[in-house]
């Protein structure tokens, strides 16, 4: 699979992408995703950057952007501190 598939307004992300970002092993993306440990947002890009999502994920007080294109490719790549976020605490 590649890193990045998009159909319909939908992402998938290779969870081994998300886990680099982050400095986790990938077996623990998806349940910390499911127990709301890992969150994420997926934004569109308008006027200028039509053509182009913006996919953050994010862990504790840590966050992976991912900015794409319309074939998954990624163009930009950042990871910063962000102000925690609901749902469970970070392991």
Known sequence: MPAIRH???RFEVDAAMIA????????QVA???????ITSRC???IEADA???RLTFY????????TVDAGGQVLSR???AAPRRGGAQAG
Request: aromatic fraction near 12%.
């Open 7 to 9: 159909d319909d307004n």
């Open 20 to 27: 680099d970002g982050f400095g986790i092993d990938a077996a």
């Open 31 to 37: 349940a910390f995703m499911r127990d709301g440990r």
């Open 43 to 45: 934004e569109e890009g």
């Open 51 to 53: 053509g182009r999502w």
């Open 59 to 66: 862990l504790g007080d840590r966050a992976l952007r991912l």
């Open 78 to 80: 950042a990871r910063f």
